[in-house]
């Protein structure tokens, strides 16, 4: 099915320099013309990164949620993705293929699905999928060129058990794991394609060209929410994306809005409540950047991150769209989706089973001392 126009979702401009995400700048180093360029534009940023820098930082042993087991095992998981980012500039093969949109689509969505991925789509690539600019990597300061015509976005779901340990060391743990499966998967994916004679890349854990929930949410994947991440129909904001983008002909699907997702999340709030870094904002959407939605304090986040070692989520865990994936938690979802007005009610329901603002669950017990 071909993307319907009169259900496009909201395109802002292309406006987004990868330097102007925290994990970029935190990789810059004092003395480079990478620093100097960046501080001297942005020198409303500068206090704020240098706090964020005499931090103990993600996975520190000095970190206040240390765990002696847990850190080792997401820093392993962390350096595996970085020797598979290397596999990112596999060759192209120079052979042709005549396989249809139907045919490839068809294979890829029933690979992905084999491989456990929790949702697939496939959506056009739009400009402001795109970064401007690199602001990490070997490519680092290179502007970002447009060259395929596709997007291929798939989410894979995060452990409920991990997630709802949340901020504790467990969180990252099951982070480092989802991400490298989707790197694995999304460079299975690009490796094939190219294989076929399609120019490709894979955008995994540190090496993206593209914002990832801007292009899931266009390939029909779910909306974007309060706390700025992608919510998933089935399990809400608890799975990591990745995406491949090609030259390969594929068969796009339709862009999916689900306003009473976003009518939930402007009554529920709890991820506002709950985000120790007070980093999400309480208040309406906004016109931000020629798009109108939510937008989380990043700066503040981090610093939050970098006071625990871990990456928190705390807001993925309260989320009521979080809940397990079971016949139950699915019919509440699916009502939301069917009733505004249902939507509006239902998280006093969610408040009254699971708190207002939860306490973590305790870390699994295999990962115990
Ligand atoms: S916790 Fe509530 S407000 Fe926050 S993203 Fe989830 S549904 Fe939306
Ligand atoms: S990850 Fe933690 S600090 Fe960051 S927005 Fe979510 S709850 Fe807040």
Known sequence: MKQSSDRKPSAPPRNVDEHDVIFARMKMKPGTSDWEEYYSTHPEQSASDARARALPGLLSERATNFHPLNFPAADANFDLIEYLQKAVNHPVSDKTSDLTDEVLTHYIKGWTRYLGTHSTGITELFDYHLYTRRGRGVDKGKPIVKRHKYAIAFTVEMDYENVQSAPGSAAIFESSQQYLRSANIALQLTIFLKKLGYDSRAHIDGDYEVICPLVARDAGLGEIGRMGLLMTPLVGPRVRIAVVTTSAPLVPDPYRPDPNMIEFCRVCKKCAVCCPGNSIP??????????????????????????IGTDCGRCMAVCPFSHSNNLFHNTIRFLIRQSRLFARMVYHADELFYGRKPVPKETPYWMRE
């Open 282 to 307: 309480a208040g309406d959407m906004q016109e931000i950047d020629g798009m109108l939605r939510w937008k989380i304090d990043s700066d503040s986040c981090y610093r939050y991150w970098c006071t």
